[in-house]
T-cell receptor, first 116, second 112 residues
């Protein structure tokens, strides 16, 4: 089946630094990828929709300058958390929609970000 | 915005028992999907049911959809300890490449 690889699995960084998270579709092309944030024991909150070759569409309340998204190819989207602060600590998950009208989302395994 | 609401929030059962989780939603949908998430991992798609379907099976999973009541249920039969996870329903209002809206999930604990 379709596989989405997310890297890194976890990262600890100092406040003020930037962190890049990669999301790759391994065996299919994904023109659209989605980035979510999940707080402990909570649902997934959609942050933005990443579109290959164009600007990402951000959800209300998500700072586009804070969370930079780049979707440079049909198999790779990156999320960069810029000038990270402790409140950015969270679990970030990417997903990509497979081909086909009723295709489900395929998720990466998530990235646990801890900002100290 | 939150569309799906799962019920119960948490469920603890013994191995071999059946587990039933419910999901209610507010607007018309094209399809509804159930996902599973192990702790600290991404979500795994379990089953998709279209708005014109009423019931669907996949292995030990049985999903029902009642569009008149805007609700769905996920039944896991003969549960196993390995079924311990959080289960989310997600509604899709349009077919194609629209986003899904996830509920808050049900945490299922299956004890040996």
């Amino acid at each position: 089946g379709a596989v989405v690889s997310q890297h890194p699995s976890w990262v600890i960084c100092k406040s003020g630094t930037s962190v890049k998270i990669e999301c790759r579709s391994l065996d299919f092309q994904a023109t659209t990828m989605f980035w979510y944030r999940q707080f402990p024991k909570q649902s997934l909150m959609l942050m933005a929709t990443s579109n290959e070759g164009s600007k990402a569409t951000y959800e209300q309340g998500v700072e586009k300058d804070k969370f930079l998204i780049n979707h440079a190819s049909l198999t790779l989207s990156t999320l960069t958390v810029t000038s990270a602060h402790p409140e950015d600590s969270s679990f970030y998950i990417c997903s990509a929609r497979g081909t086909g009208v009723f295709s489900p989302l395929h998720f990466g395994n998530g990235t646990r970000l801890t900002v100290t | 915005s939150q569309q799906g609401e799962e019920d119960p929030q948490a469920l603890s059962i013994q191995e071999g028992e059946n587990a039933t989780m419910n999901c209610s939603y507010k607007t018309s949908i094209n399809n509804l999907q159930w996902y599973r998430q192990n702790s600290g991992r991404g979500l795994v798609h379990l089953i998709l049911i279209r708005s014109n379907e009423r019931e669907k099976h996949s292995g030990r999973l049985r999903v029902t959809l009642d569009t008149s009541k805007k609700s769905s249920s996920l039944l896991i039969t003969a549960s196993r300890a390995a079924d311990t996870a959080s289960y989310f329903c997600a509604t899709d209002m349009n077919s194609g490449y629209s986003t899904l809206t996830f509920g808050k999930g049900t945490m299922l604990l299956v004890s040996p």
